[in-house]
């Protein structure tokens, strides 16, 4: 609890340049400082018919989804539907997803995503998954990419805050998640003044590598730190993950200044091959937890849930060796480590120097017992015994590196707005970018991998102020692409995004692009309203319950007029789309529907709840426009006072349906088989 003059000075510091910054958006710029000389447009021209180089996945932030952009265009592909309920798609809308946003804390519509991963083979990007973490109500899923849809989420326990996430180990054997906020565990009613006794952190790793199968491998219970951002080792520091950390303090109220008064806090070295091995030996305890594992059937296209209610808990103090805290300045945020797998580079918030710690240079500050104290048992390394050099005035604010496997190293300062590229090993600045403004997250194909296809980084900025034409107080973030393939960075594009795009990841499209699939085949579908044929449609009833199973094909639905709904029923429309061809997709909406539409791909079902409320004929049709007679996709059902004798009747006129239960009547008087509708 220490307040010296330095620890104030450097604040107001911090402050009076943000000030300073602030000022400099509605005046000084110039707008088109550092572009690439005359040829930019040239660089980022993907002429009409052409695909873009990568895929970049964007996270949404607050929106709660992912934004698939082509680069270099900068172009939107795609939202990819995660934690948020979204009315294009119907994700979180239709009965068939609505499992996928179960938590312990009931359905949950919405989240903020802040981190998304692609999964690696030995360290390399390999196009299977994509990974992303839902930050307020821990979670983290998976995206399979050759449909880029959500495919699993798994609900982090003991957590609250999942933001250290889902970042990988290099086989994807694990992805992990951290507590930002401590709080107590099990959570419980106790005294929020009682937080340095109660609060805890927890670290959660979990199995990854097997589709439908996530789950809590075990979680490391840790003193109540913010445990903030992570990365795995790799190459030599294979089997070891790092973890910033701020508030070493532990305060628990105006972190802002509380939280700012050591002059280091600590990245987290976990050994989590000695946490495997002291599991093996026993060292472990079953801690109760209660969380959900969601899993989307790709057969059936209906999700499920699962209710789990333990976890395996390690203590530090029942395994020595498994975690060591590096003291690192100050309020560090990113935590990156360098293609070789050597280098381990802290962001500090509030730190004059990018800090840089040595993998080889820990290893032997372990071996030598190079201490400094201990917090809850936990050795704390000697700074000078770790560190391996640091980046002099880098600028204000580092945040996040990234890498481009030629030795150089990009960290965003927020503070400065500014990109900077800076030498590993010898430390010193080579470059400076200005960005426009504000920049949190920076992106490099493969930039944190073992080998990253280093020719742009993206930088993701959260303030535009004057770079769009303004839209009310409200404006875009936005995503600007600098060439990095020659000395000095050259900016390129400017584009708004949808959402906070935190984080990104990007791959070469080549990797992923002929992997994708066309329509889901209609002889597998197995949900329980599929029709795999117009003549398998009709309506039944089941006491206050109808279904309604109906084809959709250029340009009807089968059946189209529906009679014998009641006011009150429980009504599900199970819409199948029959096509077997690619991209054509058909939807259905319903007048007096209280959630959103249905949008179902080839192949697939999806269902939509609805309970009319008063008697009438209601309008359906296809939202999509699927074909020249789309605007004929439409029907009717007809509703009923509840108790009311209307026969239930499937695309039938009355005239026909009294024809067909006369023909019934003679065929069951001459023993024959009925015809089915
Ligand atoms: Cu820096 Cu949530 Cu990764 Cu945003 S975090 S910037
Ligand atoms: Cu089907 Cu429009």
């Given at each position: 609890m220490k307040k010296t003059i330095a620890v104030r000075s450097l604040l107001v510091g911090a402050a009076s340049a943000l000030a300073a910054v602030s000022l400099f958006y509605s005046c000084a710029v110039p707008k088109t400082a550092n572009l690439a000389a005359g040829d930019a447009a040239g660089k980022v021209y993907v002429p009409p018919g052409s695909y873009d180089q990568y895929y970049a996945f964007l996270s949404g932030g607050y929106n709660g989804q992912i934004g698939v952009y082509g680069l270099p265009s900068g172009r939107l592909l795609k939202f990819v539907s995660v934690f948020s309920q979204n009315p294009e798609t119907g994700w979180g809308y239709n009965e068939e997803s609505k499992p996928?946003?179960?938590?312990?804390?009931?359905?949950?519509?919405?989240?903020?995503?802040?981190?998304?991963?692609?999964?690696?083979?030995?360290?390399v990007p390999d196009g299977r998954w994509l990974f992303i973490n839902g930050n307020n109500t821990p979670r983290v899923a998976r995206i399979d990419l050759t449909t880029f849809e959500t495919t699993e989420i798994l609900q982090i326990p003991n957590s609250a805050g999942g933001h250290a996430s889902p970042f990988t180990t290099p086989n994807t054997k694990y992805i992990v998640s951290a507590t930002r906020f401590s709080v107590p565990i099990p959570?419980?009613?106790?005294?929020?003044?009682?937080?340095?006794?109660?609060f805890k952190g927890t670290l959660s790793f979990i199995t990854a590598d097997q589709p439908g199968k996530m789950d809590i491998a075990f979680q490391i219970l840790l003193p109540g730190f913010n445990y903030d951002l992570g990365h795995a080792g790799k190459g030599p520091s294979d089997g070891w993950f790092f973890f910033t950390s701020y508030n070493s303090e532990q305060a628990n109220e105006k972190l802002e200044l509380n939280a700012s008064q050591n002059d280091k806090d600590f990245i987290a070295a976990v050994n989590y091959r000695q946490a495997e091995q002291c599991i093996a030996q026993g060292k472990s305890r079953t801690a109760p937890a209660e969380y959900f594992h969601n899993v989307m059937d790709e057969k059936s296209h209906q999700a499920r849930s699962e209710k789990k209610t333990s976890v395996t808990m390690l203590d530090p103090s029942s395994c020595p060796g498994m975690v060591y805290y590096l003291p690192t300045p100050?309020?560090?945020?990113?935590?990156?480590?360098?293609?070789?797998?050597?280098?381990?580079?802290?962001?500090?918030?509030?730190?004059?120097?990018?800090?840089?710690?040595?993998?080889?240079?820990?290893?032997?500050a372990i071996a030598d017992k190079q201490f400094d104290g201990d917090v809850d048992g936990i050795p704390v390394l000697k700074y000078s015994a770790t560190i391996a050099g640091e980046v002099q005035k880098p600028g204000l604010g580092p945040l996040h590196t990234e890498f481009d496997g030629k030795g150089n190293a990009y960290t965003s300062m927020f503070i400065s707005s500014e990109i900077v590229k800076w030498k590993l090993g010898t430390w010193e600045v080579l470059d400076r970018m200005p960005v426009y403004y504000s920049v949190g997250h920076l992106m490099i194909p493969g930039g944190d991998s073992k080998k990253p296809w280093g020719q742009y980084v993206l930088s993701l900025n959260k303030i535009t102020k004057d770079r769009?034409?303004?839209?009310?107080?409200?404006?875009?973030?936005?995503?600007?692409?600098?060439?990095?393939?020659?000395?000095?960075?050259?900016?390129?594009?400017?584009?708004?995004?949808?959402?906070?795009?935190?984080y990104a990841q990007a791959l070469p499209a080549a990797l992923i692009k002929d992997k994708q699939l066309k329509y889901y085949k209609l002889s597998e579908n197995t949900n329980v309203g599929v029709v795999h044929a117009e003549k398998e449609g009709?309506?039944?009833?089941?006491?206050?319950?109808?279904?309604?199973?109906?084809?959709?094909?250029?340009?009807?639905?089968?059946?189209?007029?529906?009679?014998?709904?009641?006011?009150?029923?429980?009504?599900?429309?199970?819409?199948?789309?029959i096509e077997q061809d690619w991209d054509i997709v058909h939807g259905f909406a319903v007048l007096g529907a209280e959630n959103s539409e249905l949008i179902i791909a080839p192949g697939a079902t999806r269902t939509l709840k609805w309970i009319p409320k008063a008697t009438g004929v209601y309008p359906f049709y296809c939202t999509d426009f699927c074909s020249a007679l789309h605007q004929e996709m439409q029907g009717y059902v007809r509703v009923s006072p509840a108790g009311s004798n209307t026969p239930l009747i499937a695309n039938i006129s009355k005239k026909a349906a009294a024809q067909i239960s006369k023909n019934e009547k003679e065929h069951a008087q001459h023993s024959a088989a009925g015809g089915g509708r």
């Open positions: 996928m946003l179960q938590t312990t804390y009931g359905f949950i519509p919405w989240d903020d995503t802040h981190h998304p991963e692609l999964s690696q083979t030995d360290g959570n419980n009613d106790v005294a929020i003044e009682s937080y340095k006794k109660n100050k309020s560090p945020h990113g935590v990156d480590i360098d293609p070789s797998g050597e280098y381990i580079v802290a962001g500090g918030k509030l730190a004059t120097v990018i800090p840089v710690h040595s993998f080889s240079k820990l290893q032997k769009y034409l303004p839209t009310g107080p409200e404006l875009s973030q936005s995503a600007q692409l600098i060439d990095i393939s020659g000395d000095k960075m050259k900016m390129l594009l400017d584009f708004p995004t949808i959402g906070e795009p935190h009709g309506i039944s009833r089941n006491g206050r319950r109808v279904d309604i199973k109906m084809a959709a094909i250029r340009s009807h639905f089968a059946p189209d007029n529906l009679e014998g709904v009641q006011v009150g029923d429980t009504v599900y429309f199970h819409v199948t789309n």
